[in-house]
């Protein structure tokens, strides 16, 4: 995962060279996650980005083709603060450099895919010994644009050898470049200088051949991508932690399916995160939206959709350039929790749109309610005298209660901080001071959010339960830490508890249903084997 040394954020935070000697470290709150088609840049690896001019950079500026550039501007314009990156490309064709080598050519190949990916190569054979006729150094640069003395990323290699498996082979030293390959076979000889011999201070370059491309146009397979391979969407899960997930349209006026957002969903909810969802590109009109809500199939509680999607005023002339509202929340979103110290307040947020947007729609009163009704919310202007809203998520099904949106992610966000700040224990799961510790570190977490406001101050309706009744060794062959916690609602008596099971493989936390009368008694061990870990491997 790659991440610019600019960026100083801490996005799982803390040392962990002694994590189980100090408090569980706060995730990141407004983290946003990116999945589409750019200019240039690595495909199926997440970059971490803290601005557009950084996003220029490493994936190029604003394209027409693939609405993420401007999604990604929107987001940095209404407050965004980091973003994640994933480059998805369907084919593709990255440029080739000929290094002449006597008679042959060595021929270099760029790593990341498009039509404008500017490479060149210069080489010489500075500090090396006139006996050895193998061995050169080579230096490749990425340019921001063709002919340009800007360049972005240089990487220098010294001493590389033409000869096949030796020290130094030129092949396996450029395994670890993050520019170029090496394409074809080695040539015999090693590639001729670059420099000049009558101006021996003037470095030359070979610049690369045009014959990058950038391929096809995205379809829902290339975005979801595949599991095993860490590609599309999947990508994401060798990046750091996020908070929401914006997956652009595919190409102007091509919505992304609905088995990408099916996908996305299950994987947003494995990674305790949310994702915004642009409103379908057919609802216009408000009318239109509430009439076509009902066939809508798609319902999650783990989504949130603002209604209806931005327009964008153009430097000349009149407003033309639509855009989902996905990208544009996220950045509200980020500048909420940014502004106020207890985000997960409920009272509400004002999610005004900056100057240069503005609805692409007009959205009535009873229908702004008939949306919310419905779990969606509705997007204002900047100058409308809106009162702060408390928005939702989708309904996870017709007819239940949609979730209030900082309730959810104060849920998500605290299942995020217990899991990866607990982990540390697996390595030492059989320890009882360990399995006391770990319970220690999550009291102190609920116990200071009930304090400050965000858990009810209802007395001793939290629990947290990590012993020898969940880690019993002679139950659980597998090599596995688990814990249980809860907190009270608003409702008395009703509790939301979660169980998180540390393994090998990975960690994971789902909501389950437990007595409060059975967490303190003597029973809690037999409900939680019949009940919750049934299912579980052994």
Not at 123 to 135: F, K
Not at 229 to 252: E, K
Not at 421 to 446: F, H, I, Y
Request: include cysteine; charge should be neutral; glycine fraction near 8%.
């Amino acid at each position: 995962m790659r991440q610019p040394a600019s960026v100083g954020h801490s996005l799982a935070g803390g040392d962990e060279s002694q994590p189980g000697a100090r408090a569980l470290v706060p995730v990141a709150t407004a983290v946003t996650a990116f999945v589409g088609r750019t200019l240039k840049g690595p495909v199926n690896e997440p970059v971490c980005i803290n601005s557009l001019a950084q996003y220029a950079q490493v994936f190029g500026g604003q394209w027409q083709s693939a609405p993420l550039s401007a999604a990604v501007e929107q987001y940095f314009e209404h407050g965004g603060e980091l973003a994640v990156i994933v480059r998805v490309a369907s084919g593709g064709q990255a440029p080739t450099l000929d290094l002449p080598a006597g008679e042959q050519t060595l021929v270099l190949v760029g790593i990341c895919p498009g039509s404008r990916e500017f490479l060149r190569a210069s080489v010489d054979y500075d500090g090396i010994d006139p006996a050895n006729r193998t061995q050169f150094n080579l230096t490749v640069q990425r340019l921001r644009t063709a002919g340009s003395a800007l360049v972005e990323q240089q990487e220098v290699f010294r001493r590389c050898s033409i000869t096949p498996g030796v020290d130094r082979d030129l092949r396996s030293v450029l395994m670890g470049s993050r520019l170029v390959r090496v394409q074809g076979r080695l040539t015999a000889v090693r590639p001729q200088p670059t420099r000049s011999a009558s101006e021996p201070a003037e470095v030359n370059f070979i610049d690369c051949n045009f014959d990058g491309n950038d391929g096809q146009p995205l379809s829902d397979y290339d975005i979801i991508g595949n599991h095993s391979l860490r590609s599309g969407l999947f990508a994401l899960d060798a990046g750091p932690a996020f908070n929401f997930l914006c997956i652009p349209d595919l190409a102007p006026g091509q919505p992304v399916g609905m088995a990408t957002l099916v996908v996305a969903t299950r994987f947003c909810r494995k990674n305790h995160a949310l994702l915004l969802v642009d409103p379908p590109l057919q609802w216009g009109d408000a009318e239109t939206a509430l009439a076509q809500l009902p066939q809508w199939p798609f319902h999650s509680a783990d989504a949130v959709m603002f209604y209806p999607r931005v327009r964008l005023a153009g430097r000349q002339g009149p407003s033309t350039e639509v855009l989902g509202s996905a990208a544009v929340v996220a950045g509200l979103l980020a500048r909420h929790s940014r502004a106020e110290a207890r985000w997960w307040q409920t009272g509400g947020i004002a999610l005004a749109l900056a100057d240069a947007a503005e609805p692409a729609a007009l959205v009535s009163d009873s229908q702004r309610k008939a949306l919310a009704q419905a779990g969606i919310n509705t997007l204002s202007r900047r100058s409308d005298a809106l009162a702060a809203n408390a928005p939702c998520t989708l309904l996870s099904a017709q007819g239940q209660e949609p979730q209030t949106l900082l309730a959810k992610r104060l849920e998500l966000w605290l299942a995020a901080t217990i899991e990866r700040g607990t982990r540390w224990a697996l390595n030492r799961r059989g320890d009882p001071a360990v399995w006391a510790r770990v319970q220690q570190q999550v009291s102190e977490l609920l116990e200071q959010l009930q304090a400050t406001g965000a858990l009810p101050q209802t007395g001793t309706e939290l629990f947290v339960i990590c012993d020898q009744r969940l880690n019993e060794a002679r139950v659980y062959a597998n090599p596995t830490l688990r814990l249980l916690y809860g907190v009270s609602t608003q409702g008395t008596g009703q509790y939301c508890a979660w169980l998180v099971v540390h393994e090998a493989a990975g960690s994971s936390t789902r909501r389950v249903s437990v007595s409060r009368m059975a967490t303190s008694g003597r029973h809690v061990a037999a409900e939680i084997e019949a009940d919750l870990l049934r299912n579980l491997p052994r």
